[in-house]
C-alpha cells in the first residue's frame, strides 16, 4: 500500500437515539477522516433527527435487519475499507490509523478489534479476557468487536449473508478463507447492558448454545425466535 486507504464507518442502528447522542461526538472526535453512515432500519424513536444533527453523518434508510442494514450502508460507502461499528460500541483514539496499518500489509483481508465492557466489575473483565482470547484462537469474532475488511474482499464475498442472527460469526468464519486476519490489541469499549440485564450467566450460557447451535446447522431463524422471542423481518 503506498497511500493511506480511506475508511468508511458503517452503524447499523434501530432506535438507537440515546447510543447515537453520546457515539457521534465521540466519533467527530476520535475519527475525523472517516466517513461516517448510519443506516436505519426503520427506528420508531429519535433516532433518524438524532443522526441528523450531525452533519458529518449520512443517513441511509434500509429494510430491518443487521444484515441488510450493513450491507446496505457497505453499498453507500466510499471508503477503500469498511469498518461495522454496532451503535452502542465506541472506538479508541488511534483506531483507524491500526486498520489502515494492519491493512498495509496485502496478505491481511480484514480483522477486529479485542474489546473490553463498560462496567468496571471484575466478572466483565473476565468475560473481555475470554472473548478476545476466543475470537484469536478460533479467528471468528462477533459485530460488538468492529469488523473492518478491504472493501474488495467484501464485494467478493457478497457482503453479509443474509440470516437474521450469527450473521458475524458466519462472515467472520468465511472472512478468514481470505487471507490473514488482523486481531488488534487496540480494544473498543461495548456496552454490558445485555450482560446486566439478563444476568452474567444467563448470557453466557444462551451465547454459547446459539452458536453450537449455529455450527450444528439449526436455522438461524429459529435461533432468532429463541434470542429475541419472535420471528425475524421478513424478507
Same mark, same amino acid.
Given at each position: 500500500?503506498?497511500?493511506?486507504?480511506?475508511?468508511?464507518?458503517?452503524?447499523?442502528?434501530?432506535?438507537?437515539?440515546?447510543?447515537?447522542?453520546?457515539?457521534?461526538?465521540?466519533?467527530?472526535?476520535?475519527?475525523?477522516?472517516?466517513?461516517?453512515?448510519?443506516?436505519?432500519?426503520?427506528?420508531?424513536?429519535?433516532?433518524?433527527?438524532v443522526?441528523?444533527?450531525?452533519?458529518?453523518?449520512?443517513?441511509?434508510?434500509?429494510?430491518?435487519?443487521?444484515?441488510?442494514?450493513?450491507?446496505?450502508?457497505?453499498?453507500?460507502?466510499?471508503?477503500?475499507?469498511?469498518?461495522?461499528?454496532?451503535?452502542?460500541?465506541? !472506538?479508541?483514539?488511534?483506531?483507524?490509523? *491500526?486498520?489502515?496499518?494492519?491493512?498495509?500489509?496485502?496478505?491481511?483481508?480484514?480483522?477486529?478489534?479485542?474489546?473490553?465492557?463498560?462496567?468496571?466489575? *471484575?466478572?466483565?473483565?473476565?468475560?473481555?479476557?475470554?472473548?478476545?482470547?476466543?475470537?484469536?484462537?478460533?479467528?471468528?469474532?462477533?459485530g460488538?468487536?468492529?469488523?473492518?475488511?478491504?472493501?474488495?474482499?467484501? *464485494?467478493?464475498?457478497?457482503?453479509?449473508?443474509?440470516?437474521?442472527?450469527?450473521?458475524?460469526?458466519?462472515?467472520?468464519?468465511?472472512l478468514?478463507?481470505?487471507?490473514?486476519?488482523?486481531?488488534?490489541?487496540?480494544?473498543?469499549?461495548?456496552?454490558?447492558?445485555?450482560?446486566?440485564?439478563?444476568?452474567? !450467566?444467563?448470557?453466557?450460557?444462551l451465547?454459547?448454545?446459539?452458536?453450537?447451535?449455529?455450527?450444528?446447522?439449526?436455522?438461524? *431463524?429459529?435461533?432468532?425466535?429463541?434470542?429475541?422471542?419472535?420471528?425475524?423481518?421478513?424478507?
Amino acid at each position: 500500500m503506498t497511500r493511506t486507504e480511506t475508511v468508511s464507518i458503517i452503524i447499523p442502528v434501530l432506535n438507537e437515539a440515546p447510543n447515537l447522542r453520546r457515539l457521534l461526538p465521540d466519533l467527530a472526535r476520535t475519527c475525523p477522516d472517516a466517513e461516517v453512515i448510519a443506516v436505519d432500519g426503520g427506528s420508531t424513536d429519535e433516532t433518524v433527527p438524532v443522526a441528523a444533527r450531525f452533519r458529518f453523518v449520512r443517513l441511509v434508510a434500509s429494510a430491518r435487519g443487521r444484515a441488510r442494514q450493513m450491507n446496505a450502508g457497505a453499498r453507500e460507502a466510499g471508503g477503500e475499507i469498511l469498518l461495522f461499528l454496532h451503535a452502542d460500541t465506541f !472506538l479508541p483514539d488511534g483506531a483507524l490509523g *491500526a486498520v489502515q496499518a494492519a491493512l498495509a500489509d496485502p496478505r491481511v483481508v480484514g480483522g477486529w478489534f479485542d474489546v473490553r465492557l463498560d462496567r468496571p466489575r *471484575a466478572v466483565f473483565r473476565v468475560i473481555a479476557f475470554f472473548i478476545n482470547l476466543r475470537s484469536r484462537l478460533s479467528r471468528i469474532a462477533t459485530g460488538d468487536q468492529a469488523l473492518f475488511v478491504r472493501r474488495t474482499i467484501f *464485494a467478493e464475498m457478497g457482503g453479509f449473508p443474509g440470516i437474521p442472527l450469527m450473521e458475524d460469526v458466519e462472515f467472520s468464519r468465511r472472512l478468514k478463507r481470505r487471507g490473514a486476519i488482523a486481531c488488534l490489541r487496540l480494544r473498543v469499549t461495548a456496552s454490558a447492558r445485555k450482560w446486566e440485564r439478563e444476568g452474567v !450467566l444467563r448470557t453466557i450460557l444462551l451465547m454459547w448454545t446459539l452458536r453450537l447451535l449455529y455450527f450444528c446447522g439449526v436455522d438461524p *431463524a429459529r435461533l432468532h425466535r429463541y434470542y429475541y422471542g419472535c420471528p425475524p423481518p421478513p424478507d
